[in-house]
């Protein structure tokens, strides 16, 4: 049997949830009149606490609308280097929304108050207007870590002193939510704009929601049709994340069960393990050896993993990673030690 790890994007839906797809009510989302859009939108906004919230494809696209929504051009807009808004959205926007990115560090992704305080220039005709701080919770780079909310409360306060919005990545929220054991909806609490994916842990096939208020969501969907982000009959795919919602949200926590479980094993192979403070769905390994050739011997054996560097892999668990796939991962990784440590 294979495993593959290389993301909790490879989910499939399930038959319920295609069961659902089949049975949606539908009608033209742009006219705003598919039913099935207009349910997932106002239950995931009542889910994070938020006044509305928007149907995307995508979460790229959630994060970049976000960006659209909450800056004008020229604008400067904060964010660690290793956020998923910066590193893996291609320079959009750059492209789409002019904005200026000042990159900020900080462990587990997550930047300190004094970090930001120091980035932010005093009010000059030479400086972009500071505007916006954007967070991302689980932090995919930081190997899924869960970010704390006394982490992140006086960061935020911090950045609102300075008049600056906050969004939030959330496209694994509610991996954080359930490894913190505080709801979606606290988590979410104090950011003007969240994105959620449903497509990756949840297991929907397409979709994440930017939520924040009513104003914002308005200006939100303007640039979503700028985008081409308007859909039609989209309550076919809403179905499934409304599905993902209601009956995918708990069983995450299996996944992290399963990822502690490789993590501890690997780790008593010898392989050096990355593990955030508060871990989720994510597995890194720091290799001595070439990440790609590795990749390979695993593919040879039926187990498909990802690179997050030359030397670096990640295994994500999800709903279609049983207890067996992860059995089948770790005797395949016990027999490649000896070459892996050498």
Request: with cysteine; glycine share 10%; aromatic share 6%.
């Amino acid at each position: 049997m294979g495993s593959d790890f290389r993301s909790d994007t490879v989910t499939r839906p399930t038959g319920a949830m295609r069961d659902a797809m089949m049975a949606a009510t539908v009608g033209d989302d742009v006219y705003g009149e598919d039913p099935t859009v207009n349910q997932l939108e106002a239950f995931a906004a009542e889910m994070l606490g938020k006044e509305a919230g928007l149907f995307v494809p995508s979460g790229t696209m959630a994060n970049q609308v976000a960006i659209l929504a909450h800056t004008e051009r020229g604008d400067e807009v904060f964010i660690h280097r290793d956020s998923h808004a910066y590193y893996y959205e291609g320079g959009a926007a750059a492209m789409w929304s002019g904005v200026t990115w000042n990159l900020l560090d900080g462990i587990e992704g997550t930047p300190t108050p004094e970090i930001l305080r120091y980035s932010i220039r005093p009010k000059n005709i030479h400086h972009p207007n500071p505007r916006l701080l954007s967070l991302e919770n689980t932090h995919n780079r930081a190997g899924g870590a869960a970010i704390q909310l006394d982490r992140l409360i006086p960061l935020i306060d911090e950045a609102r002193s300075y008049g600056l919005g906050v969004h939030l990545d959330g496209a694994r929220l509610f991996n954080a939510a359930v490894a913190l054991g505080i709801s979606g909806r606290d988590l979410s609490q104090p950011f003007d704009s969240v994105s959620i994916c449903l497509s990756k842990g949840l297991g929907a096939p397409v979709g994440s929601v930017l939520l924040g208020s009513r104003p914002f969501i308005d200006r939100a969907r303007v640039f979503r049709k700028w985008l081409g982000g308007g859909m039609r009959q989209a309550g076919i795919i809403a179905a499934a994340g409304l599905y993902a919602l209601t009956h995918n949200v708990q069983r995450l926590e299996e996944d992290h069960d399963r990822a502690r479980h490789m993590a501890h094993a690997l780790s008593e192979m010898g392989y050096q393990v990355m593990l955030p403070a508060v871990p989720t769905n994510m597995v890194m390994l720091d290799l001595s050896v070439s990440a790609a050739q590795v990749i390979d011997l695993l593919a040879q054996n039926q187990v498909l993993v990802g690179a997050m560097g030359p030397q670096r892999l990640r295994l994500v668990t999800h709903l279609d990673i049983d207890d067996a796939g992860v059995s089948h991962a770790l005797n395949v990784f016990r027999t490649l030690s000896d070459h892996v440590h050498a």
